[in-house]
């Protein structure tokens, strides 16, 4: 289990706890944050896309390739940007910022 906060794009925050080995973009549409995930996280778009810290960004890695291909066509893409299907929930997402991007 992690425990992690949500900043959303009104700047409101919400506290989200979800299950080891869930994708983080499921955990974050079953706490009605609001995401499209229009592919449903087969990675074929990028409208999961989040904004993590640092820390946590440092935490998980570099974005596959693939990935990384999708974010470019994300909007608001900053240095910390992942694609949220490509997350699996796990102890380094515990007390981590994420921050979803302006439209």
Known sequence: MATFTIVDRDGSKKEITAADGESLMEAVLDNDVDIEAACEGS??????????????????????????????????????????????????????????PEE
């Open 43 to 100: 990675l074929a778009c990028a409208t999961c896309h989040l904004v993590l810290d640092q820390e946590t960004y440092d935490k998980l890695g570099e974005p596959s390739e693939d990935e990384t291909d999708m974010l470019d066509l994300a909007f608001g893409l900053t240095a910390t940007s992942r694609l949220s299907c490509q997350i699996k929930v796990s102890p380094e997402l515990d007390g981590a910022t994420i921050t979803v």
